[in-house]
């Protein structure tokens, strides 16, 4: 299939392009470069030999939109384009929703218009509502969302949803992804947050290779093992290969489908310390610091749908998610900056 994928150049996006490649498919990406390097895609193409069509506009724009349907007999797409920060979500709420919302709408809009109905559509677990007991399946409450990021998730599953339901000729399929990590097996392509990173395997990464000083583990008085935060990290690769089952998913069958990408198995913020001092043999300084306001105690998926109804499943382990991670981060210290 001819697959538009928007924000293809970004950390999951590229990823992704490289199993489409690797599964026969065709990426096109449009991306506005707003969070990540073109030189990934370059990347992409060493990895698999195969170039991908690079179109630098911005989602939100339809004119930048019409000319790559128009231009390309487009089958289906994966929306990847947003932004992603947490913390910024709530300083520039209007910009998230601005971008986040707007880029889905007008998306959908032009697919309409050139009669591409199917959509794959990054969402996240944050959708899930906080008080929701473990593990999280597709029928678990959603809402009562933290932050503004998090509201503009469940927003587009809402407008993607009623796109499906006024027009029977729709797929549109809803992936809730966990907490992604790990790097391409190669080391060409990884992900490199800009600043300081909010999220707990870059920080891990960068503590190991000598950019912040020492690792702070919020909070270690949670109601788990060892009393630090669980979740359910997924490696990167596994995620994007649940993309190339989703297409297929949405080739098949028309409506609406959410599924988890997740592994089903919680791990706190120390076994990931240990996991990544053991499978990389380095030291990840730590201090434990007081809890991040907002922060769940354990967040874990229930994979079973996915298996079931996508035939898909996470293979990859802790070790491969913290060798990888780390074999992307000392071959490229400063990400895709020379
Ligand atoms: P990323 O920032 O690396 O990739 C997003 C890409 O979209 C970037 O390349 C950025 O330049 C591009 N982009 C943003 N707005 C755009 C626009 N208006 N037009 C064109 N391009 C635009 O992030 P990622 O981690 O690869 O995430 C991909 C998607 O998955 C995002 O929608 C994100 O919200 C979602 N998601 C990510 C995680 C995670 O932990 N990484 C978890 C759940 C959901
Ligand atoms: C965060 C986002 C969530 C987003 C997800 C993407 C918040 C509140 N939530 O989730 O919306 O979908 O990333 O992956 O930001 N930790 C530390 N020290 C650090 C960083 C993190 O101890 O420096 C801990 C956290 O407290 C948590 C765990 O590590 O227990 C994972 O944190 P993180 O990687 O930020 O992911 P989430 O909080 O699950």
Redo the contacts with the bound molecule.
Sequence with gaps: MNVLV??G?????SHTCVELIEAGHTPIV???????SAKSLDRVREITGTAVKFYE????DETALEKILSENAIDCVIH?????AVGESCSIPLRYYE?NLG?TMTLCRVMAKHGVKKIVF???ATVYSGDNEMPLRETSKTGNCTNPYGWT?YMCEQILRDIAKADPEWSVVLLR?F??VGAHKSGKIG?HPNGIPN?LMPFISQTAIGKREKLSVFGDDYDTHDGTGVRDYIHVVDLAKGHVAAISHAAKNKGEAVFNLGTGTGYSVLDMVKAFETANDIKVPYVIAPRRPGDLATCYADPTKSREVLHWEAKHDQTDMCRDTWHWQSNNPNGYDE
């Design positions: 928007t924000g150049a970004g950390y999951i996006g449009i991306d506005n470069l707003c969070n990540s506009g911005d989602v939100c990847f384009a947003g932004l992603k971008n880029s990054s969402s996240s998730k992804y907490n992604p992900e999220n």
